[in-house]
């Protein structure tokens, strides 16, 4: 079955930068777009980034845009989340997510997510 391990979250002070991984297994990576969300605890999970399953199209919130980038590497099944200038409203568990279907990018749903990682920025 499928499986994301996301890891690399913690604190952080506002301004730093953290990268986060997320391991994939169980299906062929390279055919599915990834994508990465957000959520306060409290509030609806939000779309954070996605990416194409190639790597070469990417899509991001405007909230995060110019300071998150999001890539991959095919050959280790790893998706990665770079987060810099990071603000205490970046504060949430992030969580990878893979969609049901391959080969659409960007999928209209993602069916498969990870237990999440905490990320804090302190002010």
């Known amino acids: 079955q499928v499986q994301l391990v996301e890891s690399g979250g913690g604190l952080v002070q506002a301004g730093g930068s953290l990268r986060l991984s997320c391991a994939a297994s169980g299906r062929t990576f390279s055919i599915y777009s990834m994508g990465w969300f957000r959520q306060v605890q409290g509030k609806a999970r939000e779309f954070v980034a996605g990416i194409s399953r190639s790597g070469d199209s990417t899509y991001y919130a405007d909230s995060v845009k110019g300071r998150f980038t999001i890539s991959r590497d095919n050959a280790k099944n790893t998706v990665y989340l770079q987060m810099n200038s990071l603000k205490p409203e970046d504060t949430a568990v992030y969580y990878c997510?893979?969609?049901?279907?391959?080969?659409?990018?960007?999928?209209?749903?993602?069916?498969?997510w990870g237990r999440g990682t905490q990320v804090t920025v302190s002010s």
């Open positions: 997510a893979q969609p049901g279907v391959a080969r659409i990018f960007p999928p209209s749903k993602y069916d498969y």
